[in-house]
């Protein structure tokens, strides 16, 4: 579904992305996994056209969307949850997901998206009159999720979804993605919490320093030393 191919990013003369190469499969859970400042933001952000890569390829289902504007890769059924949420936190949290529907496919199944974030979420039920920054950081996660959901995705970018909330919270939100997977849409997991995302993800990519160091699935990442010394205190 999802191919990159020696992507390169730079903010000025500093390359925050460099080479990097991977790939997703429909239907499946792929986590990048890294310290602070590896690189990980900047490459959710230019898998969604937010971010413009110097060099290398973003291929889509076969189509090179390296060049394309990012209100295209919404209109091919790619959606991110950024890192912070970034809702508008004056606007109620109805709002808010309606925004997600914006675009004539995504409108007209509107009620049906909004049926389905609610069932995905049942807390947001209530709080739909609600502003959005008076949730808790818990829900105003869930409704960044939903909000990206309601463009009836087929690929699905979280970044750092687990940033800032407890580990119940972080539970739940995990519970919740799993959840997406399985009703089909592929996800593309940037997380810090490396063992919380290996223990979702079907397969995962360690990023660090713009690079990609490793890859492989869980299973075998976890087994490696330098995997247990640098990210599990092992």
């Not at 413009?52 to 991110?80: E, K, L, Q």
């Not at 912070?84 to 675009?103: C, D, H, I, W």
């Not at 593309?188 to 360690?206: G, H, K, P």
Request: one cysteine or more; hydrophobic letters at 50%.
């Amino acid at each position: 579904m999802l191919d990159v191919h020696g992507l390169e990013v730079w903010y000025g003369a500093a390359p925050a992305l460099w080479g990097v190469s991977l790939t997703l499969r429909a239907g499946e859970l792929l986590a990048v996994v890294g310290p602070n400042g590896a690189g990980k933001t900047t490459l959710i952000n230019a898998l969604c056209g937010i971010e413009r890569a110097r060099a290398g390829r973003i291929v889509v289902d076969g189509t090179d969307v390296t060049r394309w504007p990012s209100h295209r890769f919404c209109a091919a059924g790619i959606a991110i949850v950024p890192e912070g949420r970034r809702l508008f936190t004056a606007m109620t949290v109805r709002e808010n997901l309606e925004l997600g529907s914006y675009l004539p496919r995504a409108r007209a199944e509107r009620a049906d998206s909004l049926a389905a974030a609610l069932e995905l979420f049942p807390a947001l039920g209530e709080k739909l009159a609600s502003p959005a920054g008076e949730l808790s950081g818990g829900q105003q996660q869930m409704v960044a999720i939903a909000r990206a959901l309601m463009a009836r995705p087929r690929l699905l970018l979280l970044d750092e979804p687990s940033l800032g909330l407890s580990p119940l919270i972080v539970a739940d939100m995990f519970d919740a993605v799993r959840r997406i997977n399985a009703q089909g849409v592929s996800v593309l997991l940037v997380e810090q919490n490396v063992e919380v995302a290996l223990s979702l993800s079907d397969r995962a990519y360690v990023l660090e320093e713009g690079r990609i160091v490793a890859e492989g699935e869980p299973d075998d990442l976890l087994a490696r030393p330098e995997i247990q010394r640098a990210y599990l205190g092992v």
